[in-house]
């Protein structure tokens, strides 16, 4: 579905990421986890067209540079972090801009596009708030909103970053379930029924949430994969250690891994001896 090599990318002159070898499969979750800064949100961006990058980068099989903007968004949706909404838009219209890859210039929503933007609005339960104002919801109410307009977009391709950080458990399993039901579909090859077969590539925070959804986990650290695998072998206390900078237990249970921080990493004795070392004279 996507594949890159050698993927480097800088914001404002830094280099950001550096030659990421990256392959997702199609009908697989790929979770990015990473500390903050680490790139995730640079790599969902650059896996949707929005950023230069150097090295190669293919969606299913086509360079991503040769994509039209149309055509990619028909290909490829993202749902951002954030979600202060500016405008006054009904939930109802905002949903609906998810279907504007596949309109003509200043067409209307056809019956197919209206029944599209029906269906993402109850799979995000919404429909209780289809006409209220963007702008007056919760942030967790604005999130779904923003998951329901990517899904009406129904783009093969969806990239989720921090897709559910103002979600509580309860919304937070329903969203997580119901992309997870689109994986299993396109994974399974019922694309010609579910229309919204879904591949997905999703940055999380929260390491257990991220074990127990994904397929497969891309560690990114300082812009460079630090490992990629199953959870269970991936999250390590090593790993925990050496990119969090936590101490950690890790026991691999059904649906993922179970973490138990036990505080920060302490400093090897090499660097306690170098932090207390006196300051060589002048
Ligand atoms: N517009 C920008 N201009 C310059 N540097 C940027 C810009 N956006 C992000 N960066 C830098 O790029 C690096 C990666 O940022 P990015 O947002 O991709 O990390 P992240 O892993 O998503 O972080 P977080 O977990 O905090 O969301 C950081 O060092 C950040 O400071």
């Known amino acids: 579905m996507v594949s890159a090599r050698g993927l480097g990318v800088a914001l404002a002159k830094r280099s950001v990421l550096h030659g990421l070898d990256l392959d997702v499969r199609p009908g697989e979750w790929l979770g990015i986890v990473g500390p903050n800064g680490s790139g995730k949100t640079t790599l969902l961006r650059t896996l949707a067209g929005l950023l230069p990058y150097t090295g190669s980068l293919a969606v299913r099989g086509r360079d991503l540079r040769l994509w039209r903007g149309q055509d990619r968004a028909r290909e490829v949706a993202l749902v951002r972090q954030q979600t202060d909404l500016p405008f006054a838009f009904s939930v109802r219209e905002v949903v609906a801009m998810g279907r504007a890859p596949h309109l003509g210039w200043l067409s209307p929503l056809a019956a197919r596009d209206k029944q599209a933007v029906s269906n993402a609005i109850t799979d995000l339960a919404l429909d ?8 007056a919801l919760s942030g967790g109410e604005q999130q779904r909103v923003l998951l329901a307009q990517a899904l009406a977009q129904e783009a093969p391709l969806l990239l989720l970053d921090e897709p559910t950080a103002h979600l509580d458990v309860r919304h937070r399993l329903d969203v997580l379930d119901r992309v997870r039901r689109l994986v299993a579909a396109r994974a399974s090859g019922e694309t010609a029924s579910a229309g919204g077969a879904k591949t997905v590539v999703a940055a999380m925070h929260d390491l257990e949430w991220a074990a127990r959804y994904a ?9 460079r994969i630090a490992a990629e695998g199953a959870p269970a072998d991936v999250l390590t206390p090593a790993l925990l250690g050496d990119v969090f900078g936590v101490r950690a237990e890790v026991e691999p249970t059904a649906s993922g891994v179970r973490v138990r921080y036990l505080g920060r990493h302490a400093p090897e004795a090499s660097e306690l001896t170098e932090i207390g070392a006196p300051h060589p004279t002048p």
Not at 128 to 135: E, G, K, S
Request: charged letters at 20%; hydrophobic letters at 55%.
């Open 128 to 135: 209780a708030l289809a006409l209220r104002p963007v702008n």
């Open 215 to 223: 397929d497969r986990l891309v560690v990114l650290h300082g812009g």
